[in-house]
């Protein structure tokens, strides 16, 4: 069974571009949340979907994110304009239900800087 | 706020030394914890998940097992190899939260040969 992926790996762009980035979850897990890591920092909650609604989008940290999964199968994380606090690495994670008994499982994230 | 932290920050052993890493959360309404490693430039790979009913969970040469009351929970590596050398974080699922984790800053260990 293939694990939950993203892609790309790696990306540098420039303050004010737009970076696109994506997660293809587990097949068949319905939930779906994205997670970052800012230097010298815990990893924090951004966003979770359940299917392709948004079910908790708390941790988004302003409108420059743009998250979408449409048809409830992969999902992108847009970031527009980019800014340099805005460099780290952006983790996915998927499960197949949401609660106390189902696990999450990452993906190997998408490191992000912006220079 | 629920907040997690880990003890120590760092922790280096020779190999096969057990060894116990520490996890503390400020909020006791947790509906699970989970234990995930994480290599260098790797992502995360989940280890054990405890559910807020159960005390502990094995696999394997780890263990872990969590107190609610008490806001912490322990992973237990048995007989140490430096193929277990990498970061160790939990996260803590709480109920006031939503269905997403906060992490911990994490214990970086080496086992050396």
């Known amino acids: 069974e293939a694990g939950v992926t993203q892609f790309p790996s790696h990306s540098v762009i420039e303050k004010g571009q737009t970076v696109t980035l994506r997660c293809d979850p587990i097949?068949?897990?319905?939930?779906l949340y994205w997670y970052r890591r800012v230097m010298g920092k815990e990893i924090k909650f951004l966003l979770h979907f359940v299917k392709e609604s948004k079910q908790d989008e708390s941790g988004m940290p302003n409108n420059r994110f743009l998250a979408e999964r449409t048809g409830g199968t992969y999902s992108t994380l847009k970031v527009q304009p980019a800014e340099l606090e805005d460099s780290g690495v952006y983790f996915c994670?998927?499960?197949?239900?949401?609660?106390?008994?189902?696990?999450?499982?990452f993906g190997p994230g998408t490191r992000l800087t912006v220079t | 706020k629920q907040e997690v932290t880990q003890i120590p920050a760092a922790l280096s052993v020779p190999e096969g030394e057990n060894l116990v890493l520490n996890c503390s959360f400020t909020d006791s309404a947790i509906y699970n914890l989970q234990w995930f490693r994480q290599d260098p430039g790797k992502g995360l790979t989940s280890l054990l998940l405890i559910q807020s009913s159960q005390r502990e969970q094995t696999s394997g040469r780890l263990n872990a097992s969590l107190d609610k009351s008490s806001g912490r929970s322990t992973l237990y590596i048995a007989a140490s190899q430096p193929g277990d050398s990498a970061t160790y974080l939990c996260a803590v699922g709480s109920l006031d939260y939503g269905q997403n984790f906060v992490f911990g800053p994490g214990t970086r260990l080496s086992v050396l040969p």
């Open positions: 097949s068949g897990h319905d939930n």
């Open positions: 994670a998927s499960s197949q239900g949401s609660g106390r008994i189902y696990e999450q499982y």
